[in-house]
């Protein structure tokens, strides 16, 4: 993956890249785990005119992710993120949660902010004491 941002990550630290395959969660009942060798993050010698913008250098350097990993099964789809995918989903599930929980509901107040181009509800949690 090149031109990412940050000038540092916790792949340089140890973390290991998250891997979803769908025939090993099929075969061996493994979901979203952590995988991969060979993992380096580092500046990659990009380098973009950033003088209009940063008047503080002229130029902002971009950094390089890379990672090896040992596809398991052939004609396998297998997916790769940064960390454990939170859907829509779960996010209603969790404030459902939290709407209904008599304890919780009363440091909790939910609201709709706005709806996306989709319909789907942009809520706010607003978390306070009583």
């Known amino acids: 993956m090149l031109n990412l941002c940050k000038p540092d990550s916790l792949f340089n630290e140890g973390m290991k890249v998250l891997v979803y395959s769908e ?8 979901g979203w785990h952590r995988a991969g060798t060979k993992i380096y993050y580092y500046p990659n010698g990009v380098r973009k005119d950033e003088q ?9 350097t971009y950094y390089t992710h ?5 596809f398991e099964f052939p004609d396998d789809t297998v997916y790769f993120a940064y960390c ?4 829509y989903t779960d996010m209603l599930e969790d404030l459902n949660k939290i709407s209904t929980d008599q304890v919780k509901s009363q440091f909790a107040k939910r609201s709709t902010l706005c709806e996306t181009l989709a319909g789907n509800k942009c809520e706010v949690l607003t978390i306070t004491s009583r």
């Open 23 to 30: 025939k090993k969660a099929h075969a061996r009942d493994i």
């Open 52 to 60: 209009r913008k940063n008047a503080a250098g002229p130029f902002k």
């Open 66 to 70: 890379t990672f090896t990993y040992d």
């Open 84 to 87: 454990y995918p939170y859907t």
